[in-house]
Nanobody
Framework: QLQLVESGGGLVQPGGSLRLSCAAS????????ISWFRQAPGKEREGVSC????????NYADSVKGRFTIYRDNAENTVYLQMNSLKPEDTAVYYC?????WGQGTQVTVSS
């Protein structure tokens, strides 16, 4: 079974940056399309970004376009989400997903 582990979250000031990582254990990620989702308190989980198996195709939610970049390093079995120009409304728990498998999430808090 595919197990995913997110990391890289934390507290950052508005305008700051974070890089989230989604790593897999046991199985290789390069078989999978990988998606990042987020869930803010009191809100439904929403899609943020996704990347094709070879990394050649990416998609972003309108709310993060131009600020977030998703990429993958299949040699390291990891998918990254580079988040720049962070806003308070980006505060959420961020999850990665592959073929219906979820990680435990990593908290991102944007606050001054």
């Amino acid at each position: 079974q595919l197990q995913l582990v997110e990391s890289g979250g934390g507290l950052v000031q508005p305008g700051g940056s974070l890089r989230l990582s989604c790593a897999a254990s046991a199985l290789t990620l390069d078989y999978y399309i990988i998606s990042w989702f987020r869930q803010a308190p009191g809100k439904e989980r929403e899609g943020v970004s996704c990347i094709s198996r070879d990394g050649g195709t990416t998609n972003y939610a309108d709310s993060v376009k131009g600020r977030f970049t998703i990429y993958r390093d299949n040699a390291e079995n990891t998918v990254y989400l580079q988040m720049n120009s962070l806003k308070p409304e980006d505060t959420a728990v961020y999850y990665c997903n592959a073929a219906g498998n979820w990680g435990q999430g990593t908290q991102v808090t944007v606050s001054s």
